[in-house]
């Protein structure tokens, strides 16, 4: 069975570009019902383990990146 959580730590490096990433912008409205990556299960120092690639790219989040 697929590992269907999401995050909402904005804060962290992998944010922009991982699929598990959600609500983006200044909307982090959570959905109740949602299950969510546990505070610090998923860091640089653990190696990002919960870490999703494919997240489709956006003009908005490429000048994010750009400002961080």
Do not use: H, I, S
Request: charged residues 35%; contains cysteine; positive net charge.
């Amino acid at each position: 069975m697929e590992d269907l959580r999401v995050c909402y730590r904005f804060e962290c490096a992998k944010y922009l570009d991982c699929r598990r990433a959600a609500g983006l912008g200044c909307c982090l409205e959570k959905v109740p019902g949602q299950v969510e990556v546990a505070p610090g299960e998923c860091t640089k120092e653990n190696g990002y383990p919960c870490f999703w690639a494919g997240r489709e790219k956006n003009a908005v989040k490429e000048w994010m990146r750009g400002r961080r």
